[in-house]
């Protein structure tokens, strides 16, 4: 089973989602992108913690844009309406989901379910509808007149993790803990035998402390002290021992030490272990309800902004799992403003959620054509840079790290500070940049393209072709600059020496720092003049490759060329 | 002991009850009068339930009349069965509309089958008039043309079996069809041809339904329309996935035989290789007098025994006629009163309706209160529920035998959106209150109910099944 689309309509300020969605989902976003609202709308259908009261919504989580400006506006009196649903795939091999998901169908062959949250004003059949009734309840299918009961929604199980959860006392809390299960799990499987033993140790450990005079006297006095203070009638039986020697009480009285040996609490662990515990208690418990227990048959995990407290490793290591999309009996739903995690994820399954005027908008990377080599490469990509472009409010593709280094340096001379402006400067490492636009496009993130020219021997320019290719792949049609595609003359280092006249002694002065005697003559030997291409290109070499070379000249005042000036321009207006 | 465990046991007394309690496959049970078929039923669907089916699995129990649709639920309720989304119990009609037809139509592309309105009877009998007055001349006998259409769709006769009825029969039964659809309009023979239809034609309302209900109860299986066996058929011998099929009957008892039902539907499922044929034999109703004289009228079936001692027939001989029957009943009615036996437990029987008539005529001159089952107004879910609530008010909270939660959970479900707790204390308020009246005739109650909400609830356009608290379907019509 899997959730395969998630429709969200007037919630607080997701007017209007309509999302593909992949067994593991990796929600980003900024703050207040509605990521949290997001998750919310998903427990309104599927959480069985959520009593009926907590589904009636009040007027105020109505998307403010249905609004008609006035102070008296009220989205109940004009009869608006709050939804939330989703499409099940993939469940027609299990009987129960079957059973629970039977009269929930959209689609026959092959089946395909829909549940839907709805608050709306209910149809009393009256005609005066001055002050609406509204009912908030979740339905099935596309009859929105029969409720599904949440007996049968709990057979896909939601887990909810909120943020900032205090994992040590919900694993304390008995009710909660995620141990209880896997305790009481344990105590059932014990043979009988085992346990009388147990019976039988723990009996004799208790006699024997008890033996000592010591606490045989502490024994007594407590019982004279309560005969003495109440009379022998009321005075209570008392006993000391170490612990029960019921054998089932005591293993669902056991508690989780850290620390090996010295057997500390657990508040005395960091935040960031025990919430790997927590995790780590939770995915137990599951594989033993799905393995053993007739009441749920898929799990959804809504996870919200776990990276808190966790190193970078750990949330690379453990969300790397929680992702895992060979688990066909749990879908995973992650919430996060953490580039490990996001780097971790399949980028198909990324989506990004942005503000766009008054609402949120939603894109899933996973609606962009690319193919599978196409898809490894980005993963590797983001894995690489830890996805560094998935939060980037734009972005710019360039082809190498010199463009990297330099384009920051260059927009200063603009007065443009890229942080500020949320453009990310991303370096391809190579020219295939049809993967990369097209994936930006698919999250909705803004993007321009600064390729060399790299004229061939004939005289042609190999960027112009490549440019154009790229336009014909975004099926569009018109310039490549419309389209935010900027092509240089010949190569980057190159444009950039000729593209300003002040360019010449910050680009000659950094070539001579960094090449040795002989190098150096030739460039004194220039005169301050243009020596043509090739020539200043070799010496670029000679003094120890593009990327030494940038990083140096990073350190001077140099004027960005034209196309490269148009690539920024344009990235600022989108 | 809980009442299950309790049940079990006595059934495991009776060699037959037990066999058929244990067959772990199809199993038919031929049930004379008096067996012990409800309870072994009922307490085999509660077994069941609770070590067989898993949740979210459930059952259907289905039977003929909204009155022994009422029984089943409340023996089952005393059984302590919890209930859950899938636990149907209740009519036919019930299950084609509110589990078959109504939850797949949109599904398989008929939409307009998801919110359907039945006919009353009086529209259709206007509708059949309608169509008959467009194809028999006035002078012509058609007082047989309504009852031997409804017998060929109850049926689901062939185009050959049509065809002996004649062409003006057919005409009239096509003319009807699509009078009652310009109506917008189903009548009951419909909800069931329908229902077959969705099933036999699309196989992922059999997997859904069979994933939901594994284990089929099917009680009165004499009765039942040959529809109703095809939907069985269907669900419980198809090649895939089936449901386990426990069915109770009695070919001796079908009582709607004229209506086109086809008793010898139960025979033949017996006598399936895959299905385990259990013949039922003791009587526990009965004193042994009846029982001897019922065998002699049983004629080469196997014998009937009794299980307790007494009981007398008696045949008294009346040569003039049938008011001398009318006053000898009464006399006979008023002996029984006399001895002590409750107005309820007397019944008196007749072979026509209109004989019932006078007869109830004769019995209230002599200021004995009768009343005739089924002439004065059908059992519906509403009239149950206002002879719920007269019990209720009148004959004290205790021995009337209905709970006020039942009655405010019928309640609700007849208001369905309307519904608000103002309702219910106005419900409440009314039966409690309802002593202070004294004596008075029982319209004035029906009044009241009407008044209070039954009146809307009844008028309500494209409400004709509705989900009740426990997720069973209900018709309602008065």
Same mark, same amino acid.
């Given at each position: 089973?899997r959730?395969?689309r998630?429709?969200?309509?007037?919630?607080?300020?997701?007017a209007?989602?309509?999302?593909r969605?992949?067994?593991?989902?990796?929600?980003?976003?900024?703050?207040?992108a509605?990521?949290?609202?997001?998750?919310?709308?998903?427990r309104l259908?599927?959480?069985?913690?959520?009593?009926?009261?907590?589904?009636?919504?009040?007027?105020?989580?109505?998307w403010?844009?249905?609004?008609?400006?006035t102070d008296?506006?009220?989205?109940?009196?004009?009869?608006?309406?709050?939804?939330?649903?989703?499409?099940?795939?993939?469940?027609e091999?299990d009987?129960?989901l079957v059973?629970?998901?039977?009269n &929930?169908? @959209?689609?026959?062959k092959?089946?395909?379910?829909r549940?839907?949250?709805?608050?709306?004003p209910?149809d009393?059949?009256?005609d005066? =509808?001055?002050?609406h009734k509204?009912?908030?309840?979740?339905?099935?299918?596309?009859?929105?007149?029969?409720?599904?009961?949440?007996?049968?929604?709990?057979?896909l199980? @939601?887990?909810f993790?909120h =943020? @900032?959860?205090?994992?040590?006392s919900?694993?304390r809390?008995?009710?909660?803990?995620?141990?209880?299960?896997?305790?009481?799990a344990?105590?059932?499987?014990? $043979?009988?035998e085992?346990?009388?033993?147990?019976?039988?140790?723990m009996?004799?450990a208790?006699e024997?402390?008890n033996d000592?005079?010591? !606490?045989?006297?502490l024994?007594?006095?407590?019982?004279d002290?309560?005969v003495?203070?109440?009379?022998?009638?009321? =005075?209570?039986?008392?006993?000391?021992?170490?612990?029960p020697?019921?054998?089932?009480?005591?293993?669902?009285?056991?508690?989780? %030490?850290?620390d090996?040996d &010295?057997?500390?609490?657990?508040s005395?662990a960091?935040?960031?272990?025990?919430?790997?515990?927590?995790?780590a208690?939770?995915?137990l418990?599951?594989?033993?309800r799905l393995l053993?227990d007739s009441?749920?048959?898929?799990v959804v995990?809504?996870?919200e902004?776990?990276?808190?407290h966790?190193?970078?490793h750990?949330?690379r290591?453990? %969300?790397?799992?929680?992702?895992?999309?060979?688990l066909k009996?749990r879908?995973t739903? !992650?919430?996060?403003q953490?580039p490990h995690?996001?780097?971790?994820a399949?980028?198909?399954?990324?989506? &990004?959620?942005?503000?766009?005027?008054?609402q949120t908008?939603a894109?899933?990377?996973?609606?962009?054509s690319?193919?599978r080599a196409?898809?490894?490469?980005?993963?590797?990509y983001?894995?690489?840079?830890r996805a560094e472009? !998935? %939060?980037?409010?734009?972005?710019?593709l360039?082809?190498? %790290?010199?463009?990297?280094?330099?384009l920051?340096?260059?927009?200063?001379?603009?007065?443009?500070d890229?942080?500020?402006?949320?453009i990310s400067?991303c370096?391809?490492h190579?020219t295939?940049?049809?993967?990369?636009a097209?994936f930006?496009? $698919?999250?909705?993130i803004?993007?321009?393209v600064?390729t060399?020219?790299?004229?061939d021997?004939?005289?042609?320019?190999n960027?112009?072709?490549?440019?154009?290719?790229?336009v014909?792949?975004?099926?569009?049609t018109?310039?490549?600059?419309?389209h935010?595609i900027?092509?240089?003359?010949?190569?980057?280092?190159?444009?950039v020496?000729?593209?300003?006249?002040?360019?010449?002694?910050?680009?000659?002065?950094?070539l001579?720092e960094?090449?040795?005697a002989?190098?150096?003559? !030739?460039?004194?030997?220039?005169?301050g003049?243009?020596?043509?291409h090739?020539?200043?290109?070799?010496?670029?070499?000679? =003094?120890?490759?593009?990327?030494?070379?940038?990083?140096r @000249?990073?350190?001077?005042?140099?004027?960005?060329?034209?196309?490269?000036?148009?690539s920024?321009r344009?990235?600022?207006q989108? | 002991? *809980?009442?299950?465990?309790?049940?079990?046991?006595?059934?495991?007394?009776?060699?037959?009850?037990?066999?058929?309690?244990?067959?772990?496959r199809?199993?038919?049970?031929?049930a004379p009068?008096g067996?012990?078929?409800?309870?072994l039923?009922?307490?085999?669907?509660?077994?069941d339930l609770?070590?067989?089916?898993?949740?979210?699995?459930?059952?259907?129990?289905?039977?003929?009349?909204?009155a022994?649709?009422?029984?089943?639920?409340?023996r089952v309720?005393?059984l302590?069965?919890?209930d859950r989304p899938?636990?149907?119990?209740?009519?036919?009609h019930?299950?084609a509309l509110?589990?078959v037809?109504?939850?797949f139509?949109t599904?398989?592309?008929?939409p307009?089958?998801?919110?359907?309105t039945i006919?009353?009877?009086q529209?259709?009998?206007?509708?059949?008039?309608?169509?008959?007055?467009?194809?028999?001349?006035?002078?012509?006998?058609?007082?047989?043309?309504?009852?031997?259409i409804?017998?060929?769709r109850?049926?689901?006769a062939?185009?050959?079996?049509?065809?002996?009825?004649?062409?003006?029969?057919?005409?009239?039964?096509?003319?009807?069809?699509?009078?009652?659809?310009?109506?917008?309009l189903?009548?009951?023979?419909d909800?069931?041809t329908?229902?077959?239809?969705?099933?036999?034609?699309?196989?992922?309302?059999?997997?859904?339904?069979t994933?939901?209900?594994?284990?089929?109860y099917?009680?009165e299986?004499q009765?039942?329309?040959?529809?109703?066996?095809?939907?069985?058929?269907?669900?419980?011998?198809d090649?895939?996935?089936?449901?386990?099929?426990?069915?109770?009957?009695d070919?001796?008892?079908a009582?709607?035989g004229?209506?086109?039902?086809?008793?010898?539907l139960?025979?033949?499922?017996?006598?399936?290789?895959?299905?385990?044929a259990?013949?039922?034999?003791r009587?526990?109703?009965?004193?042994?007098?009846?029982i001897?004289i019922?065998?002699l009228?049983?004629?080469?079936?196997?014998?009937?025994?009794?299980?307790?001692?007494?009981?007398?027939?008696?045949a008294?001989r009346?040569?003039n006629?049938?008011?001398?029957?009318?006053?000898r009943?009464?006399?006979?009615?008023?002996?029984?009163?006399?001895?002590g036996?409750?107005l309820?437990?007397?019944?008196?029987?007749?072979?026509?309706?209109?004989?019932?008539?006078?007869?109830?005529?004769?019995?209230?001159a002599?200021?004995?209160?009768?009343?005739?089952?089924?002439?004065?107004?059908r059992l519906?879910?509403?009239?149950a529920?206002i002879?719920?609530c007269?019990?209720w008010?009148?004959?004290?909270?205790?021995?009337?035998?209905?709970?006020?939660g039942e009655?405010l959970?019928?309640?609700?479900?007849?208001?369905?959106?309307?519904?608000?707790r103002a309702?219910?204390?106005?419900l409440t308020?009314?039966?409690?209150?309802?002593?202070?009246?004294?004596e008075r005739?029982?319209?004035?109650?029906?009044?009241?109910?009407l008044?209070?909400?039954?009146?809307?609830?009844?008028?309500?356009e494209?409400?004709?099944t509705?989900?009740?608290? *426990?997720g069973r379907?209900?018709?309602?019509?008065?």
């Amino acid at each position: 089973m899997r959730i395969d689309r998630l429709l969200i309509r007037n919630f607080r300020n997701l007017a209007h989602i309509d999302l593909r969605l992949l067994p593991g989902t990796v929600v980003v976003g900024e703050n207040r992108a509605g990521k949290s609202n997001l998750i919310h709308a998903l427990r309104l259908i599927l959480d069985p913690t959520l009593s009926f009261v907590d589904r009636q919504l009040s007027k105020e989580d109505f998307w403010d844009g249905l609004s008609d400006g006035t102070d008296s506006w009220d989205p109940m009196t004009e009869g608006h309406m709050i939804e939330a649903s989703i499409d099940i795939v993939d469940f027609e091999h299990d009987r129960k989901l079957v059973t629970a998901l039977g009269n &929930a169908l @959209l689609e026959e062959k092959p089946m395909r379910a829909r549940l839907t949250y709805r608050f709306a004003p209910v149809d009393t059949g009256e005609d005066a =509808a001055e002050a609406h009734k509204y009912r908030g309840a979740v339905y099935g299918g596309e009859n929105l007149e029969k409720t599904i009961p949440t007996e049968l929604r709990s057979y896909l199980h @939601l887990v909810f993790l909120h =943020a @900032l959860r205090d994992v040590e006392s919900d694993i304390r809390n008995w009710r909660r803990s995620p141990l209880r299960a896997l305790l009481e799990a344990a105590a059932t499987a014990v $043979a009988e035998e085992d346990l009388s033993n147990v019976r039988e140790a723990m009996r004799e450990a208790n006699e024997q402390l008890n033996d000592l005079e010591e !606490v045989k006297d502490l024994g007594h006095s407590i019982g004279d002290r309560l005969v003495e203070m109440v009379g022998p009638n009321q =005075a209570i039986d008392t006993e000391l021992a170490v612990a029960p020697d019921d054998p089932l009480r005591l293993i669902r009285n056991m508690r989780v %030490f850290v620390d090996g040996d &010295a057997h500390r609490s657990l508040s005395s662990a960091s935040l960031g272990t025990l919430n790997v515990l927590y995790l780590a208690l939770h995915e137990l418990g599951l594989d033993i309800r799905l393995l053993d227990d007739s009441d749920i048959a898929h799990v959804v995990m809504a996870i919200e902004e776990p990276e808190a407290h966790l190193h970078p490793h750990l949330q690379r290591l453990i %969300f790397r799992r929680v992702l895992d999309d060979k688990l066909k009996t749990r879908t995973t739903l !992650v919430t996060t403003q953490s580039p490990h995690i996001a780097s971790v994820a399949d980028p198909k399954s990324l989506v &990004a959620l942005r503000t766009v005027g008054n609402q949120t908008v939603a894109a899933a990377a996973q609606s962009a054509s690319l193919n599978r080599a196409e898809w490894d490469d980005i993963a590797r990509y983001l894995d690489a840079t830890r996805a560094e472009l !998935v %939060f980037a409010r734009r972005v710019l593709l360039v082809e190498g %790290f010199a463009e990297q280094v330099l384009l920051p340096k260059l927009a200063k001379s603009l007065d443009m500070d890229l942080d500020k402006l949320g453009i990310s400067v991303c370096a391809i490492h190579g020219t295939h940049f049809g993967a990369y636009a097209q994936f930006c496009e $698919a999250l909705g993130i803004p993007w321009a393209v600064v390729t060399d020219g790299d004229i061939d021997k004939n005289g042609l320019s190999n960027g112009e072709t490549r440019a154009r290719a790229l336009v014909d792949l975004l099926d569009e049609t018109g310039e490549p600059a419309e389209h935010g595609i900027f092509v240089g003359d010949r190569t980057f280092e190159y444009d950039v020496l000729v593209g300003s006249a002040g360019n010449f002694t910050p680009c000659f002065g950094t070539l001579a720092e960094l090449c040795a005697a002989p190098s150096v003559e !030739v460039i004194q030997s220039w005169g301050g003049n243009d020596p043509g291409h090739d020539d200043f290109m070799r010496m670029i070499n000679n =003094a120890g490759g593009k990327g030494r070379y940038a990083q140096r @000249l990073a350190l001077q005042q140099v004027q960005p060329p034209k196309y490269v000036i148009n690539s920024l321009r344009y990235l600022e207006q989108q | 002991m *809980s009442a299950l465990t309790e049940s079990i046991r006595e059934l495991r007394t009776n060699t037959r009850q037990w066999e058929a309690f244990t067959t772990r496959r199809h199993c038919a049970v031929l049930a004379p009068p008096g067996s012990g078929k409800t309870k072994l039923l009922t307490t085999r669907l509660a077994f069941d339930l609770a070590n067989r089916i898993p949740k979210p699995h459930g059952a259907a129990c289905i039977t003929l009349t909204n009155a022994a649709a009422e029984e089943l639920r409340r023996r089952v309720d005393l059984l302590g069965v919890e209930d859950r989304p899938h636990l149907f119990i209740g009519t036919v009609h019930g299950f084609a509309l509110g589990r078959v037809i109504a939850p797949f139509a949109t599904l398989v592309g008929r939409p307009e089958l998801a919110n359907i309105t039945i006919a009353n009877k009086q529209q259709c009998l206007e509708t059949y008039e309608e169509a008959i007055a467009e194809v028999f001349k006035p002078y012509e006998d058609t007082r047989n043309v309504q009852s031997t259409i409804e017998f060929n769709r109850q049926r689901l006769a062939t185009d050959e079996d049509w065809a002996l009825s004649g062409e003006k029969i057919q005409e009239v039964a096509r003319r009807y069809e699509v009078k009652l659809r310009t109506k917008g309009l189903f009548d009951f023979l419909d909800i069931v041809t329908i229902a077959v239809e969705l099933v036999e034609r699309h196989e992922v309302i059999r997997r859904v339904l069979t994933a939901q209900y594994p284990h089929l109860y099917v009680d009165e299986y004499q009765d039942l329309a040959p529809g109703l066996d095809r939907l069985v058929r269907s669900l419980c011998f198809d090649y895939v996935v089936n449901s386990e099929l426990f069915a109770v009957g009695d070919v001796d008892q079908a009582v709607f035989g004229f209506t086109g039902t086809r008793p010898e539907l139960l025979d033949e499922l017996a006598a399936r290789s895959d299905v385990t044929a259990v013949h039922l034999e003791r009587n526990y109703r009965c004193g042994a007098e009846i029982i001897r004289i019922a065998n002699l009228m049983r004629q080469g079936k196997p014998p009937i025994v009794g299980d307790r001692d007494g009981g007398s027939v008696s045949a008294t001989r009346c040569p003039n006629g049938f008011d001398d029957q009318c006053q000898r009943s009464v006399q006979a009615v008023n002996n029984a009163i006399a001895r002590g036996i409750p107005l309820h437990e007397i019944a008196v029987i007749c072979p026509l309706n209109s004989q019932c008539g006078q007869i109830t005529e004769a019995l209230r001159a002599a200021e004995i209160p009768a009343f005739v089952r089924g002439s004065e107004y059908r059992l519906t879910p509403v009239t149950a529920f206002i002879e719920g609530c007269a019990a209720w008010a009148t004959l004290g909270r205790q021995c009337s035998n209905y709970r006020l939660g039942e009655l405010l959970a019928s309640w609700r479900t007849f208001l369905g959106a309307r519904w608000s707790r103002a309702d219910d204390v106005r419900l409440t308020e009314l039966l409690m209150d309802y002593e202070k009246f004294g004596e008075r005739p029982a319209y004035h109650l029906v009044r009241e109910l009407l008044d209070l909400g039954v009146q809307r609830a009844l008028q309500q356009e494209h409400l004709p099944t509705i989900r009740s608290r *426990s997720g069973r379907c209900m018709m309602l019509s008065l």
